[in-house]
């Protein structure tokens, strides 16, 4: 029985402890400096803007296309 109670004990302690602990050691992150700052879409960002269009307005139209002709004979 003494035992028993020894094993909770030290449970106890430790569900206690570790997140106490981990707090405290947490380490600090060092980030490096990017070397430049860069565009995220560059010069062609309008270009990339009107081929989505055409790209999503192409797939409509192919997709709702009221082709009822079978395929196979």
Known sequence: MNFRKLALATAAMTL???P???QAAS?????APAPK???LLGNN?????????AVTAGAIVLA??????PASP
Do not use: E, G, H, W
């Open 64 to 69: 709702t296309s009221n082709n009822l002709d």
């Open 37 to 39: 700052p860069t565009k």
């Open 27 to 31: 380490p600090q992150r060092a980030s």
């Open 20 to 22: 106490i602990s981990a």
């Open 45 to 53: 960002s309008m270009m990339l803007v009107f081929l989505t269009i």
């Open 16 to 18: 206690v402890v570790a």
